[in-house]
């Protein structure tokens, strides 16, 4: 296989309801991902697109299609992947594969989503089609209340009282928002206490307002080269030297390891063996904290904390700027938001630019040489990314 | 291969209050909902059998942000039951009001109800036949 690097980004603004079209979201942040990788859109060879509700929010199914053809990348093969909020980080381990393995030299690949255009109770439903339509829609579960039953779990399991928890949680969405108040694209610009969390309306128990990510609209893309092409086009490629993906089943399916994802753990190892380092290695991680809870839960997964002691990373500022791995310098989901078909190269934009030393002063980590995408579609698709500094 | 117990069957059976799950000829351990593969161990070598519906309670979730169309339900509440047989079942807690769950209900023991929630399906599931009209919902109640 061949070296794979990152040449170029884009990212929109991630915001409430949008007044762009999802092919002009998408396109806006791959032209800018083109401009800053010094090709033109004829260079492109094919487009890999994570979308997910296009059809219910725009009534556009087939956007590759047209997101291709409108960025004057004239009949390249283009393929969308729907892994609900996974689906770009998909796209882009697809990507990846292509370009290692030789078929291509230059490609594109990211994600767009405009869920907020949707409101609340259409988005809720659609969103929870990425539920067991057949075996636990039909009970009204939704996913905060998929991760609403985890964190329950999580207090059984780990004999961590729900008082305790909530507040780990809290500190959770604080953290995000510190950062989150800082980057440009951030769809919530403010920062908010434990306080706020705690008093915010429940949203399915024992979740409430502050503890779940917004709706939002926005897209992320980037350009993907071989290494050969790549020296040519910049002189600070980011590399992905490691690429992880696994499925787990509906909830009820889980039940040997919930609220564990093990999906996860089978992902991240795929992903850290194949770039040959550990979670001790990780110097920046953007992790899948769709929910407060799930920053915990995946954290542990991600072997940054023992199981049940995930919590304690954001109690002791260990996953802090300056922590032992810094978490979510971008916001997250929680306050940067979560277009869910772009969330993936979302998080891997924000680590291009965190080693490119190119983020706002107050969420820089300094000397980033190894980054970790984490994202979570659904009940169980996960991809994991090991981002590594090429200069 | 067909499968031993299709959603139609199971959902036509669960809404008349009969809870029907899958049983491994190889390992002799017990699927629900049904797949066609065993969730134990993999193989196709199961039968359809009853299960008694009955278990405890191992996580929940009051609901108070409803979907579209499903305004009327909230505050609705949703427990993960793990059946006597083995499996995780979702369902709803109905003989309590959803106001005043707390973390106590873990560990609870319950079962299915008399009376079988049903939801009909919406305009997005208008092309599932095999609902045959309505999705039953395992409805719990205190043992």
């Known amino acids: 296989m061949r070296k794979v690097a990152i040449c170029g980004v884009g990212h929109t603004p991630f915001t409430f309801a949008a007044e762009k079209s999802s092919v002009e979201l998408f396109n806006e942040a791959a032209m800018d991902a083109i401009v800053e990788s010094g090709i033109t859109n004829k260079d492109i060879q094919a487009i890999y697109v ?38 770009a980080s998909l796209a882009i381990r697809d990507a990846f594969m292509w370009v290692a393995s030789g078929f291509y030299d230059i490609v594109i690949a990211g994600g767009v989503e405009t869920s907020a255009k949707m409101g609340t109770p259409l988005a809720t439903r659609t969103f929870a ?52 108040v800082h980057n440009k694209y951030a769809q919530f610009q403010k920062e908010i206490t434990v306080n706020d969390v705690l008093k915010g ?53 889980q039940k040997d390891y919930a609220p ?34 799930a920053s915990i839960i995946a954290a542990e997964s991600l072997g940054f904390a023992e199981f049940g002691k995930g919590g304690e990373l954001w109690e002791t500022g260990q996953c802090d700027k300056g922590g032992k791995v810094a978490i979510n310098m971008s916001g997250g989901l929680k306050s940067k938001g979560h277009p869910i078909g772009a969330t993936g190269a979302s998080q ?32 169980g698709v996960l991809c994991n990314m090991v981002l590594q500094r090429g200069w | ?56 309670v191992v996580t929940f979730t009051v609901s108070y942000v409803p979907a579209e169309g499903r305004d009327a ?12 047989e083995g499996p995780w079942l979702m369902g709803n807690l109905t003989d309590t009001d959803p106001n005043k769950v707390n973390v106590d209900l873990m560990g609870k023991r319950v079962q299915l109800g008399s009376r079988m929630k049903t939801i009909p399906g919406d305009h997005y599931t208008e092309g599932d036949k095999e609902a045959e009209g309505s999705f039953a919902r395992p409805t719990f109640v205190f043992a």
């Open chain 1, 50 to 87: 994570g979308n997910v509700l296009g059809d219910f929010s725009e009534g556009q199914a087939m956007i590759q299609s047209y997101i291709a053809d409108d960025l004057g990348a004239t009949n390249v093969a283009a393929t969308r992947f729907e892994g609900a909020c996974a689906s």
């Open chain 1, 129 to 180: 089609m990425a539920h067991d339509a057949h075996y636990e829609y039909p009970m009204g579960l939704t996913f905060p209340g998929f991760f609403a039953m985890l964190a329950h779990l999580y207090t059984q399991k780990y004999g961590v009282p729900l008082d305790k928890l909530k507040e780990q949680m809290a500190m959770v969405s604080v953290q995000s928002h510190k950062y989150g």
């Open chain 1, 201 to 253: 309306f429940m949203v399915c128990s024992p979740l409430q307002l502050y503890d779940c990510c917004p709706f939002s609209d926005g897209a992320a893309a980037m350009v993907l080269a071989s290494e050969d092409v790549a020296k040519k086009l910049t002189d600070r490629p980011v590399y992905i030297t490691g690429v992880g993906q696994a499925s787990s089943g509906k909830l009820s399916a």
């Open chain 1, 260 to 293: 564990r994802i093990r999906a996860r753990e089978v992902s991240v190892k795929q992903a850290y063996d194949m770039a040959g380092i550990g979670p001790d290695d990780i110097d920046v991680c953007e992790l899948h904290d769709c929910f407060s809870i």
């Open chain 1, 348 to 379: 891997t934009v924000d680590i291009v630019h965190q080693m490119r030393g190119e983020v706002e002063p107050e969420r820089q980590v300094e000397d980033v040489k190894y980054g970790l995408t984490d994202t979570l579609g659904g009940d």
């Open chain 2, 1 to 56: 291969m067909e499968y031993k117990l299709t959603f139609k069957d199971y959902n036509k059976a669960l809404k008349k209050g009969k809870l029907m799950g899958l049983k491994c000829n190889d390992c002799g351990k017990y699927t629900c909902p049904p797949k066609i593969a065993c969730q134990e161990c993999g193989s196709t070598n199961m039968e359809a059998v009853q299960l008694d519906g009955a278990g405890k």
């Open chain 2, 73 to 84: 339900e909230v505050p609705y509440t949703v427990v993960m039951v793990e059946l006597d």
